[in-house]
């Protein structure tokens, strides 16, 4: 997975209360999990291993032998099966569209990479290069079956980078809840995942106190492009603009937006939709 993650999160730490730490780092972006009651690790890391397996074997869209990369690459507009979790995500992401009145779109991987690709080179899109991706780009395209996702448009890529960390951090606390723990915090790259609580995070200068809540961070920080325009440096974005389809530009670099949501794929999609709006 090739996307930044933007640490404006901070957990404290409670004196007085036992805690049990698991961490490592999947993806090239680092995950804890703390817990405030009697753990069996072995089994945690287990747990922990095998969904971070699932998800990037089926969902990490930069893991070309992926189930969503193969989806990427197939140009059929006819449904195309998918795995359990797939559809699981695409119709939680569904939701997330929803919630956000399309600001946050996945179905913008095609030109939220021809972007990237431009901008690390120094250039923008033009107007007709833009253009050219409205036919392949649009939630309304994508249609989910029971066991399959159809693309209405050969050329459609589905892009989950923007609610990934959060779907790993409901994911493995809705397992962790199942097997029996109730006082845990799980986080992946900044977006972190309350249940039971309290626990106190530090967001930018001011202490939250979270119970059974999420938050999540997003801004352009790590992801600025300067490029020379009519003799004035403009700072383009990854953010790219679901209604537009321009990159976002920023005069700050350091802004930022966090949401508290009881979901972390929700709170996700709903701090890149603040940003965008």
């Known amino acids: 997975m090739k996307y930044c993650a933007i640490f404006l999160l901070t957990i404290l730490f409670s004196c007085g209360k036992s805690e049990t730490r698991i961490e490592g780092e999947r993806m090239g972006m680092a995950y804890k999990v703390i817990f405030r009651e009697k753990v069996s690790k072995a089994s945690v890391e287990k747990l922990i291993d095998t969904i971070f397996y699932e998800i990037d074997t089926k969902l990490n869209r930069w893991n070309k032998d992926s189930e969503l990369a193969k989806w990427n690459s197939n140009t059929s507009i006819k449904p195309i099966p998918a795995s359990f979790l797939f559809v699981d995500l695409a119709r939680r992401a569904n939701l997330a569209y929803q919630l956000t009145h399309g600001l946050y779109d996945p179905s913008l991987g095609s ?85 039971g609580g309290p626990f106190n995070i530090l967001a930018g200068k001011e202490i939250l106190s979270l119970t059974n809540q999420s938050i999540a961070t997003s801004g352009p920080t790590y992801q600025l492009y300067p490029i020379l325009k009519d003799g004035k440096t403009i700072f383009y974005s990854h953010f790219v603009n679901p209604k537009t389809l321009q990159a976002l530009t920023f005069e700050d670099p350091t802004l930022s937006k966090s949401i508290v949501h009881p979901s972390a794929l929700y709170a996700d999609a709903l701090a890149t939709a603040a940003v965008i709006k």
């Open 111 to 195: 030109v939220i990479h021809a972007w990237k690709m431009s901008l690390r080179l120094g250039s923008i899109l033009t107007p007709a290069e833009v253009n050219s991706y409205k036919k392949c780009s649009g939630w309304k395209k994508v249609i989910i079956h029971e066991e399959a996702i159809e693309k209405l448009h050969p050329n459609l890529e589905l892009d989950f980078d923007g609610i990934l960390k959060g779907y790993f951090c409901d994911l493995l606390s809705e397992e962790l809840k199942k097997t029996g723990y109730n006082n845990f915090l799980v986080e992946w790259a900044g977006e972190i995942k309350v249940t």
